[in-house]
C-alpha cells in the first residue's frame, strides 16, 4: 500500500473556494483507493512553507500533481524549491501536461506525465512504484530514466464511463466547503460524460480528439449510474442544495436528457443547473430540462461580433439566434449564466463594446467574464506563437493568482493593458447586469 499526495495548487484568493471539488483528483483518487492505495489531498498556494510541511508530514511515497496552465509557475517553483527534497517520484496530469508533455517531463524532479485520461495509468504507475519497477508500457504515461524520455502510447480513453469507480469526495473539505459561498452558487459538481462535438479555437476538447483519435468524442454515464453517484453523495453530506453539471455540453443528446430529466425529478429532486450551447437548445430540450428540475443554464457566448465568433474562435453562432435562444429560455423561467472573454487577438474596442452590447441584449443573471489566455495546445496559441504575438512560454511567469485576472498574457494590439483592465472591472456595468463572477 503507497500514500500517494494529491496536489492541486490553488490561488490563496477568494476565487480558491470556486477550485474547492476536482473531477480530476477525485477520479483519480478513487481507482487508487481501489487498489488498495492510501491517498491524500494537498491544496499548495504559493510559496507557503506550512503547506509543505503538511505534505512532508504525510511521507508520501509519490506525489500525483493536476496542473493546468495557469498553475504551472507555482508548480515548477514549488517542485524545485521544496518537492525534490521528498526524494519521491512526481507524477504530473491534467490540461498543461497533456498540452506540454515534452517540457514538463524533462523538468528535474518530475518523473513522469500523463497525456490525456489518466485512471487506469495512474493505478498501474502506483503498482509499479509499490515493485520498484519502471513505466514502460504504461498507456499515456511518458517517463524518465537515466536521463531519457521514453514514451508510451497516448490515445488510450475509458469507452465504458459506468466501469469508473464514482470519483472520491472524502478527500475534499466538504463540511468546508458546504459553508462558502461557491458551494452555494455551483452546488455539488457532476459529470455525467466526457468529451464534445465543437472545434472551438480557444477549447482543449480538439486536441483531446486528436490526442484519442477521435474515440474520445462523447462518451456518456448511464442515467442509473448518475443518479446512484447523486444519490450516495446526497445521502452521504447529507445534502439538499443544488446540482451542478460540470459536462463540456450537457444537452447534446436530446433523447438520454429527456429520459434523465425524468428520472432526476423522480429519484433526487433537487433544482440543477448545466452546461449548454446555443445550438442543443431548443424547445423540446429546453422543456426537458426544466420538467428535471433545471433552474439555470450557462451558455458560452465569448464575444458580441459574430463574425470574429465565427472566424476567430470557430464558434458558429449567429447574434439572432443567440438573442432566440436566450427568449426561449426566458420564456422556461430559466436563470441563465454567459461566459465572454475580452482582450481577444486583434480585438479593437469598437468590438468588444459590441460584446458588451449583446451581454445588454441577453440581459443574463450572472456573467463569467475572463480575459482571454491563449492555453498551449489550442490552435489559437498556435497562431498567435507563429505570428509573433505570443511567447510560447508565456506560462513560465504567470501568477496562479491569475486565474481570472485582467491582464492579457500576450502583446495586444489594440488595446492597452489600461483599458482591457478598465473593461474588465466594467464590463457588467457598462452591460448594466448585477451578477458578474
Ligand atoms: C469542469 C471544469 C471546470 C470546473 C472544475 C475544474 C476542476 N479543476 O475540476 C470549474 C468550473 C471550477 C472550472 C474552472 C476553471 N477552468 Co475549467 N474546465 C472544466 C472542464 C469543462 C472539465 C474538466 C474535468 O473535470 N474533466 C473530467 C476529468 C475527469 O478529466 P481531466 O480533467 O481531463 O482529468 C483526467 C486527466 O487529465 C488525468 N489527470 C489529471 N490529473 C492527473 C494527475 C496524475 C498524476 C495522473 C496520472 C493523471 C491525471 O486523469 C484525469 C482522469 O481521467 C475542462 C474542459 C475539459 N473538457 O477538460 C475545463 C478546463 C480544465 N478549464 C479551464 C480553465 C481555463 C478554467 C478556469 C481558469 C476558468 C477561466 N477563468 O478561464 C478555471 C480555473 C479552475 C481550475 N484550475 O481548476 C481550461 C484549462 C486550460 C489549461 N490548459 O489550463 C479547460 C481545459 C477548458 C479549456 N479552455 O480548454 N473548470
Ligand atoms: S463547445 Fe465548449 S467544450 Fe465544446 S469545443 Fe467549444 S468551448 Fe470547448
Redesign the pocket.
Same mark, same amino acid.
Given at each position: 500500500m503507497l500514500r500517494i499526495a494529491?496536489v492541486?495548487l490553488?490561488p490563496k484568493t477568494d476565487?480558491a473556494n470556486? %477550485?474547492g &471539488?476536482?473531477?480530476? %483528483?477525485?477520479?483519480?483518487s478513487s481507482v487508487l483507493k481501489n487498489g488498495g492505495h492510501q491517498t491524500r489531498l494537498f491544496t499548495i498556494s504559493s510559496g507557503l512553507e506550512r503547506d509543505f510541511d503538511r505534505l512532508s508530514g504525510y511521507r508520501p511515497n509519490a506525489l &500525483?500533481?493536476?496542473?493546468?496552465?495557469?498553475?504551472y509557475a507555482l508548480f515548477e517553483s514549488e517542485l524545485r524549491a521544496r518537492w525534490v527534497r521528498l526524494n519521491v517520484p512526481v &507524477?504530473? +496530469? +491534467? /490540461?498543461?501536461?497533456?498540452?506540454c508533455p515534452d517540457e514538463l517531463v524533462a523538468l528535474e524532479g518530475v518523473t513522469?506525465v !500523463?497525456i490525456?485520461?489518466?485512471?487506469n495509468?495512474?493505478l498501474i504507475?502506483a503498482q509499479r512504484i509499490e515493485r520498484g519497477e519502471a513505466f514502460e508500457g504504461i498507456a499515456?504515461?511518458w517517463f524518465k530514466r537515466g536521463g531519457r524520455v521514453i514514451r508510451n502510447d497516448t490515445g488510450y !480513453?475509458?469507452a465504458d464511463l459506468d466501469a469508473l469507480p464514482f /470519483?472520491d469526495r472524502d478527500c475534499f473539505p466538504y463540511k468546508e466547503m458546504l459553508g462558502n459561498r461557491a458551494i452555494r452558487l455551483?452546488g455539488f459538481?457532476f %459529470?455525467t460524460s466526457?468529451? !464534445?462535438v465543437y472545434a472551438c479555437r480557444?477549447?482543449?476538447?480538439p486536441l483531446?480528439r486528436r490526442i484519442n483519435n477521435s474515440k474520445a468524442r462523447i462518451r456518456r454515464r448511464s442515467i442509473e449510474n448518475v443518479i446512484r453517484e447523486i444519490q450516495s453523495v446526497t445521502k452521504r453530506y447529507d445534502y439538499s442544495g443544488i446540482v451542478g453539471f460540470? $459536462? $463540456?455540453i450537457f444537452t447534446l443528446d436530446e433523447p438520454w436528457l429527456e429520459q434523465f430529466a425524468r428520472e432526476f425529478r423522480r429519484s433526487i429532486g433537487l433544482p440543477f443547473w448545466c452546461?449548454a450551447h446555443i445550438n442543443n437548445l431548443d424547445e423540446a430540450i429546453i422543456s426537458s430540462l426544466r420538467r428535471g428540475g433545471c433552474f439555470r443554464v450557462h451558455v458560452g457566448i465569448e464575444c458580441g461580433n459574430e463574425e470574429v465568433r465565427s472566424r476567430l474562435l470557430n464558434k458558429r453562432i449567429s447574434n439572432r439566434e443567440i438573442l432566440e435562444k436566450v427568449a426561449m429560455l426566458k420564456k422556461h423561467r430559466m436563470k441563465i449564466v454567459t461566459t465572454f472573454m475580452i482582450g481577444l487577438p486583434d480585438e479593437s474596442e469598437a468590438e468588444l463594446r459590441q460584446s458588451i452590447d449583446l451581454c445588454r441584449a441577453i440581459a443574463p443573471d450572472w456573467v %463569467?467574464l475572463?480575459v482571454f !489566455?491563449p492555453? /498551449? +495546445?489550442?490552435s489559437l496559441y498556435e497562431t498567435l506563437v507563429a505570428e509573433g504575438k505570443l511567447d510560447a512560454g508565456f506560462y513560465r511567469s504567470i501568477s496562479t493568482e491569475s486565474?481570472?485576472s485582467d491582464k492579457a498574457a500576450y502583446s495586444h494590439n489594440q488595446l492597452s493593458p489600461e483599458k482591457l483592465s478598465y473593461y474588465f472591472n466594467n464590463f457588467t456595468k457598462l452591460a448594466s447586469i448585477t451578477g458578474k463572477s
Amino acid at each position: 500500500m503507497l500514500r500517494i499526495a494529491l496536489v492541486n495548487l490553488i490561488p490563496k484568493t477568494d476565487t480558491a473556494n470556486y %477550485l474547492g &471539488f476536482n473531477h480530476a %483528483l477525485a477520479y483519480v483518487s478513487s481507482v487508487l483507493k481501489n487498489g488498495g492505495h492510501q491517498t491524500r489531498l494537498f491544496t499548495i498556494s504559493s510559496g507557503l512553507e506550512r503547506d509543505f510541511d503538511r505534505l512532508s508530514g504525510y511521507r508520501p511515497n509519490a506525489l &500525483f500533481v493536476y496542473l493546468t496552465t495557469n498553475q504551472y509557475a507555482l508548480f515548477e517553483s514549488e517542485l524545485r524549491a521544496r518537492w525534490v527534497r521528498l526524494n519521491v517520484p512526481v &507524477f504530473v +496530469g +491534467g /490540461p498543461h501536461a497533456t498540452s506540454c508533455p515534452d517540457e514538463l517531463v524533462a523538468l528535474e524532479g518530475v518523473t513522469g506525465v !500523463c497525456i490525456g485520461e489518466g485512471e487506469n495509468s495512474a493505478l498501474i504507475v502506483a503498482q509499479r512504484i509499490e515493485r520498484g519497477e519502471a513505466f514502460e508500457g504504461i498507456a499515456n504515461i511518458w517517463f524518465k530514466r537515466g536521463g531519457r524520455v521514453i514514451r508510451n502510447d497516448t490515445g488510450y !480513453c475509458e469507452a465504458d464511463l459506468d466501469a469508473l469507480p464514482f /470519483p472520491d469526495r472524502d478527500c475534499f473539505p466538504y463540511k468546508e466547503m458546504l459553508g462558502n459561498r461557491a458551494i452555494r452558487l455551483m452546488g455539488f459538481e457532476f %459529470l455525467t460524460s466526457r468529451g !464534445c462535438v465543437y472545434a472551438c479555437r480557444y477549447c482543449i476538447n480538439p486536441l483531446l480528439r486528436r490526442i484519442n483519435n477521435s474515440k474520445a468524442r462523447i462518451r456518456r454515464r448511464s442515467i442509473e449510474n448518475v443518479i446512484r453517484e447523486i444519490q450516495s453523495v446526497t445521502k452521504r453530506y447529507d445534502y439538499s442544495g443544488i446540482v451542478g453539471f460540470h $459536462d $463540456d455540453i450537457f444537452t447534446l443528446d436530446e433523447p438520454w436528457l429527456e429520459q434523465f430529466a425524468r428520472e432526476f425529478r423522480r429519484s433526487i429532486g433537487l433544482p440543477f443547473w448545466c452546461n449548454a450551447h446555443i445550438n442543443n437548445l431548443d424547445e423540446a430540450i429546453i422543456s426537458s430540462l426544466r420538467r428535471g428540475g433545471c433552474f439555470r443554464v450557462h451558455v458560452g457566448i465569448e464575444c458580441g461580433n459574430e463574425e470574429v465568433r465565427s472566424r476567430l474562435l470557430n464558434k458558429r453562432i449567429s447574434n439572432r439566434e443567440i438573442l432566440e435562444k436566450v427568449a426561449m429560455l426566458k420564456k422556461h423561467r430559466m436563470k441563465i449564466v454567459t461566459t465572454f472573454m475580452i482582450g481577444l487577438p486583434d480585438e479593437s474596442e469598437a468590438e468588444l463594446r459590441q460584446s458588451i452590447d449583446l451581454c445588454r441584449a441577453i440581459a443574463p443573471d450572472w456573467v %463569467l467574464l475572463s480575459v482571454f !489566455c491563449p492555453y /498551449p +495546445g489550442t490552435s489559437l496559441y498556435e497562431t498567435l506563437v507563429a505570428e509573433g504575438k505570443l511567447d510560447a512560454g508565456f506560462y513560465r511567469s504567470i501568477s496562479t493568482e491569475s486565474f481570472y485576472s485582467d491582464k492579457a498574457a500576450y502583446s495586444h494590439n489594440q488595446l492597452s493593458p489600461e483599458k482591457l483592465s478598465y473593461y474588465f472591472n466594467n464590463f457588467t456595468k457598462l452591460a448594466s447586469i448585477t451578477g458578474k463572477s
